[in-house]
């Protein structure tokens, strides 16, 4: 201790001096670099000024003289055309005569100014521009305009006799000659605009030549200052007593995923608080690093926090239990994002996969997986209540659905194209039953997961949508479970793939009580036309199913069981059909 303490005694002068050296040095770096940073902007931003508020303004101008002469052009017809009338219009006459008048001085006055800019531009010093380019534009614009003033004045002198004495063959052939002069001196001015142009850009790469010079000396003095830093860095992990080459070589250990020692403690002074700082630092390290391969594996935190609580050697134990399994995608998605970069594709499928799921979330659901474009969710003890999980995946179900309507008119934008296919709707699959639940996996990765009966059937109900025409269909035991939260209706009876009984299916309509007098007028003629089409009734079920439509028109399930009655009308079922339907059945 004697030793390291003379040592720091002889070091700490060295030290700071070379710190406040490497200070000042850096500060002096960052004086020069701010000083030659604050003239080169200055100097380009007055380069820019120069471009908005000299070639821009002189540009229009010209513009403006452009537009004055067809102006001047106008007013010069519209005389010619007053003294045509009969009686010739005088006071039109005049007023015209006034106009072309004013036209002139304007032009006069436009190229005037145009020039003084191009003047202001030339007895700047602080630019680099091509001043003798610039004096020949000068030059330029005052030739074209004094020839246009001189050759149509001539002009305009000739004409007037002729309109006063109406010799009107005359007078179209001077204004023919005065269009063709007009036109000359537009061609002339379009040319000194381009010529202007062309100095911009010059005037622009001498703008960027020196930015990028700036650029050059910032970058230079950033290296110097990296490499007096580098420079420090190395002096002091020279100079440095025993206890802080030891943190040093815990803190290598660390940084290589070595997390299994500590380093101990043999002073009381800042080191040693540091060294102490440093064990507890690495104890945290190795509990997140436990944590982090335990429930690395696993997506939702109420997932991750049960498993913590019932600790991980336990973690890998199936378990059966009644859960209620969500299944939801969406018809068409896969072909309207065909052609779509994959930037776009992502940013799409994150909005859709997150306004999907926002339900799911808010009435405790688990996210189990996204499939594509499909989502995968249940409910359940731990997570849920066992008498309430069947009513929240319902709700879920419920709100999905009208998020799917207001997702459908943000596709567009979304997409990129005008409209998106009216069949492109979200189908929703649910099923209560019995599953495994627990972590399946390898070793290398796991996943906490349903399995069993249930997560098929509704995986097949969420596909039957598309032969019903429906958005929500759900299992007999999830309705029964959801008790009066939504408003439902029994659709069919189905034997799905993988299963001989036939199991009854219902649409989730909406929430309790939030139905229309139409729609409940739909679900009275809709079970009057199930119960005679299980009576094998044909006639009376196709009137119930038409009585159906006519309440809500276009209702799917509606339109595919008038369907199927008449199919049975004219191929009617086995003599011992049971009422279900197969989804396997064409």
């Known amino acids: 201790m004697a030793v390291i303490s003379d040592q720091t005694s002889v070091l700490r002068p060295t030290i700071r001096k070379r710190i406040l050296g490497i200070a000042i040095g850096l500060i002096f770096l960052m004086a020069i670099t701010s000083v030659l940073s604050t003239v080169m902007t200055r100097k380009i931003a007055h380069q820019l000024d120069e471009f908005s508020s000299k070639y821009v303004e002189a540009y229009g101008h010209l513009a403006r003289m452009h537009i004055r002469s067809l102006e001047q052009a106008l007013a010069l017809r519209r005389m010619v055309i007053a003294k045509m009338q009969s009686p010739p219009d005088e006071a039109g006459f005049m007023d015209r005569q006034k106009a072309y008048e004013a036209m002139a001085k304007e032009i006069e006055q436009e190229a005037q ?3 003084t800019l191009i003047n202001a531009i030339i007895d700047d010093p ?4 091509d001043n003798a380019r610039l004096g020949r534009i000068d030059d330029r614009i005052e030739n074209v305009t004094s020839d246009l003033g001189r050759y149509l004045g001539e002009e305009y002198k000739r004409l007037l006799p002729l309109l006063e004495a109406r010799n009107f063959a005359e007078a179209r052939a001077s204004l023919a000659r005065s269009d063709t002069l007009r036109d000359e001196f537009n061609r002339k001015v379009d040319e000194i605009g381009t010529d202007m142009l062309t100095q911009v850009r010059a005037d622009a790469r001498i703008t960027m030549r020196d930015q990028q010079t700036a650029i050059v000396i910032s970058v230079i003095l950033t ?24 943190l040093l070589e815990g803190t290598r250990a660390v940084e290589a995923g070595r997390l299994d020692g500590s380093i101990d403690v043999t002073t009381r002074d800042e080191i040693g608080q540091l060294t102490t700082a440093f064990n507890n630092m690495v104890e945290q390290l ?11 594996r696993y997506v939702d935190p109420r997932v991750v926090e049960g498993l913590i609580a019932r600790q991980s050697q336990t973690a890998s134990d199936g378990e059966r239990r009644v859960m209620t399994v969500l299944f939801c995608d969406m018809k068409g998605f896969t072909s309207l994002s065909e052609g779509m970069t994959p930037q776009g594709l992502v940013k799409v499928m994150n909005h859709y996969l997150s306004t999907m799921s926002g339900p799911i979330r808010g009435h405790r659901g688990i996210i189990d997986k996204y499939i594509g474009d499909a989502i995968m969710a249940y409910w359940g003890p731990p997570f849920t209540e066992h008498d309430e999980q069947a009513r929240l995946a ?14 459908r008119t943000e596709l567009p934008e979304l997409l990129g194209v005008r409209t998106v296919p009216s069949d492109c709707e979200v189908r929703i699959g649910i099923a209560t039953g019995e599953v495994l639940v627990g972590s399946i996996g390898s070793e290398f990765m796991m996943s906490y997961t349903v399995m069993g009966d249930a997560v098929n059937l509704a995986s097949r109900l969420e596909n039957a949508n598309k032969i019903y025409g429906s958005h929500s269909l759900a299992s007999e035991a999830a309705i029964i479970a959801a008790g009066d939260a939504v408003e439902s209706r029994e659709i069919d009876r189905l034997i799905v793939v993988g299963q001989t009984h036939p199991e009854a299916v219902f649409e989730i309509i909406g929430r309790a009580g939030e139905l229309t007098e139409k729609q409940l007028d ?7 036309g199930l119960a005679a089409y299980r009576a094998r009734s044909w006639d009376e079920a196709r009137r119930a199913f038409q009585a159906a439509l006519e309440a809500v028109p276009g209702d799917g399930p509606s339109m595919a069981m008038a369907q199927r009655v008449e199919n049975f009308q004219a191929n009617p079922p086995p003599a011992d059909w049971d009422g279900s339907w197969r989804l396997d059945q064409k």
């Open 126 to 129: 602080s630019t680099e521009s």
């Open 113 to 115: 100014a145009a020039r």
């Open 522 to 528: 739909l679900l009275a003629r809709y079970a009057e």
């Open 286 to 296: 190795r509990h997140k690093e436990r944590l982090r391969e335990t429930f690395g």
């Open 223 to 246: 290296v110097l200052a990296s490499v007096l830093g580098l420079l420090f860095s190395f002096f002091v992990s020279t100079g440095i007593t025993r206890p802080v080459r030891r």
């Open 394 to 407: 319902c709700l879920a179900a419920v709100e999905m659905a009208d998020r799917g309507t207001a997702l």
